[in-house]
């Protein structure tokens, strides 16, 4: 389609800077990509601003922040070169979000059905006959019972599980290139979890859409993705294939993250949270770093 | 009066009840076009101000509604008599309808009875009596509706949902219209349903000020010629419009909100 020989990766972060209006820096050159087809966990502790990529790639960065830097392509195209226009015909064309709160992500006054179809035949044209069929196929296909009457039903009427269920159908239905998937889990209680990441991991292969998973979480991580990036304060620590994050970390960071995951195999074996002396470490590092930084600047 | 004899008017010497009934479609029909200035202002004023927010025409759209607010109704009236019934006398200042035109009409409803019937002289000449007293009453509101639902706006547009929009590529403008109006109107109809009684308040003064035959400019006369029948219906009309219209805006609730449906 596009003529050339070599496929665009399908989402290409490169050196993204971002910092609040008084020079705080929140992201610090974060590079990372993303081939057809592939999932990328996005792990790092709250606030290492792992969210605040996938906002970026989408354009619904908090109005405060400014981006310092570096450039995001989608599917080969740069989002910063576009007018905002352009820029959000192109995001809603190939890209989707998964959202982490499936309590506060449908509106509350409108019915299920059209909050599916709505961007489909208003964004993408289809006509309203297709929209429906898609959107009745997909609901069925992410386990919901009696879809037509789901269709119809207020979010008030769907547990959050159901509604995440609503919710990943919405992300799928216009078949996007790539999808954020912005902690889904997070909010739902743990049996719900399990079927939901499951479900997002059949969809993306049945799809072959690719997939920035956002997560806190390393069971998580290995059980969706064959790419990690680890962050730690809005810095990139390692960025390596899954296996090799559990099998061969090599960051003290990723170590230690995956040290920190409880495990329900062996419940005897203590709890060992992030040392504090590795925190203190690292962010002595990064303050050098962002020192070194203004002092370039000026 | 338990039986429906509400007496006879002291100065008019006709029935109380036939009298107040005669003069209440003026009234209704005022109120109810100062009703639809103020949400049609007020609603647009608030879109334009959650869609430009943060910027400098939020801030002057916020000081104009201020200084709207600030001026009190009867004001307005005063303001309006001068500009457009003397300086530039482009709109009637006195009475109800043209009194050249012949009303053979049943009700006392003009406008509503001329669009029904198809007369549009009296409804051209109704409504441009009713403009000027409908606008005085309508502003102080408007700004009012403008502010709350701004606010409410601006609030509903940090939401997740509103935020999902956007992804899925609706410009600003239809994720308000479409996305965050309705939710957001939910406390601007407590607002309107409150302020809408005050606004038939209102009216009394603001009939007295351009001489419309309404209930208003009646019970100010009642009161001059103390005439206690008059009075005595007049206050338990009011007071009865005033539990109607609360009735229907909390049923107008469900309207807006599924969550208060099933019961």
Known sequence: MTGSHTHPNTLDVMQLGIALPNGHRLLRDVSLSLRPGEVRALVGESGAGKSMIGKAVLGILPQNLRVTGGEILLEGQHLGAMTPWTRRKTVAQSAALIPQDPLTALNPARRIGPQITDPLVRIHGWSRAKARDTALALLDRVHIRDPKRVMESYPHELSGGMRQRVLIAAAFAPSPRLIVADEPTTALDVTVQKQILRLIRELQQETGTAVLFVTHDMGVVAKISQKVTVLFAGKVMEDAPTERIFTDPAHPYTRALIAATPSYADLDRPFSPVPQTLIAELQGAIARDDARHQGAAR | ?263
Do not use: C
């Open chain 2, 1 to 263: 009066m338990l039986q429906g004899d509400f007496g006879t008017s002291i100065t008019l010497r006709r029935p109380v009840d036939e009298l107040v009934l005669s003069r209440l479609p003026a009234t209704l029909e005022l109120s109810v076009m100062a009703l639809a200035i103020a949400v049609a202002l007020g609603v647009a004023i608030a879109v334009i101000g959650a869609r430009r927010r943060g910027t400098a025409t939020e801030v002057g759209l916020d000081l104009t509604s201020g200084a709207v607010l600030s001026v009190p109704d009867f004001l307005w009236g005063l303001v309006f008599v001068l500009l457009f019934g003397v300086l530039w006398p482009v709109l009637s200042i006195s009475g109800r309808i043209d009194p050249q035109i012949d009303v053979d009409f049943t009700s006392n409803f003009y406008t509503f009875e001329g669009i029904v019937r198809g007369r549009f002289d009296v409804v051209q000449s109704t409504l441009s009596h009713m403009l000027m007293p409908a606008l005085a009453l309508a502003l102080p509101l408007a700004a009012m509706i403008a502010q709350l639902l701004k606010q409410n706006l601006k609030e509903v547009l940090l939401q997740d949902y509103t935020t999902l929009a956007r992804v899925r590529g609706f410009s600003e403008t239809s994720v308000i219209l479409r996305e965050a109006l309705r939710n957001a109107l939910l406390p601007t109809l407590t607002l309107v349903g409150v302020q809408f009684t005050f606004l038939i308040g209102g009216t009394v003064i603001v009939e007295r000020i351009f001489s419309y035959e309404g209930l208003g400019n009646m019970a100010i006369d009642a009161v001059i010629n103390r005439d206690l029948p008059l009075i005595q219906g007049i206050v338990l009309l009011f007071a009865a419009l005033f539990i109607v219209i609360n009735l229907l805006v909390d049923l107008s609730y469900t309207l807006l909100n599924p969550r208060l449906r099933h019961g």
